[in-house]
């Protein structure tokens, strides 16, 4: 069984709801019949596949165990081997069973070291975003609709192109704004210098105030407009001396939205922020001042089915 690399997906809206439901077992796939509670369960944001299913296609040599812990839960834990930033790693995921049949994720361990709630939401996300790219993959392949094909391809893969790119500048002013028509809106973004520590970023719409936000006081800020080619989706990236945002119009709720805040990652290069386009690729770096060869790369995929940007771990390059 190959081993996939974890893209840790830091979705904005990171919480999946790590709760399943499980089929009764039975004796056919595993030596202890209560493993297969989990391994023939599901996921509430996957009903349509099975956990056994996304493990073994994520994780090499993958095993199946039930225990009780000293305080009588009941525990099945699988273990597998996966990489992670380029290094081969061993994986071990516990799940917690109750008495309906129905169970949660526990203790996730990577090489034996423990992880936060955080990261096991986060590698779940990634197996079974994994999984559904396969699978999408596999329909692409024997699809003689075309338009289905194209629906198809957009989940796939980005492309995005810069539209603006401006400075916004309140070194010889105190206020500063940029106008664009996006999404056949009349958008206004404002920086408005208040006092020497407040600074506020203003979204208008037509006229109409939909955002606004204290933020990080600095003499300029750049922004740019860019356009995903597979969606037509535009969004918007403001970045500033301590944070960058990738933002945009929410036209079926008339709502401005942040998708992406760079204090939301990990940083552990301890670099400033910078949300960039690269052959037609987002990303979001964090690279200290002055080396260029150490820097924490983050790709930003648009899900145009979800409305939300997926945001997948490359590592330290």
Known sequence: MPKRMISLFCLILFCLAIVGCGDKANMITSMDPRTNIIRNGHFHDYPNIKIDDAYNAFFSSP??????????????????????????VNVRQQFILHADDTFEAGALSINEVPQLQL???????????????KQLSTDFKNSTDKQEKQKVVKVIENSFVILNDDSLNLQQKNLDERQYISSNRNIKLSVEKLTDKQTVFTVFCDENNIYSSSIYYFREYRIFRVKDMESQCEFFVLNMAKESWLMGYDKE??????????????NTVKGEPWISVKN??????????????KQQVYRLEWDDNKGTFNCIDEGIQ
Do not use: H, M, P
């Open 63 to 88: 095993k199946w165990k039930y225990f009780k812990s000293d305080d009588g839960t009941e525990v099945v834990e699988f273990s597998g081997q996966c990489q992670y930033r380029n290094a081969d």
């Open 119 to 133: 990261i096991s939401s986060a590698l779940i996300s990634t197996i079974f975003a994994t999984y559904e790219n």
């Open 253 to 266: 709720n008339n709502k401005w939205n942040i998708y992406i805040s760079s204090n939301d990652y990990e």
């Open 280 to 293: 037609e690729k987002l990303y979001l770096t964090y690279q200290q001042e002055g080396i260029r060869v």
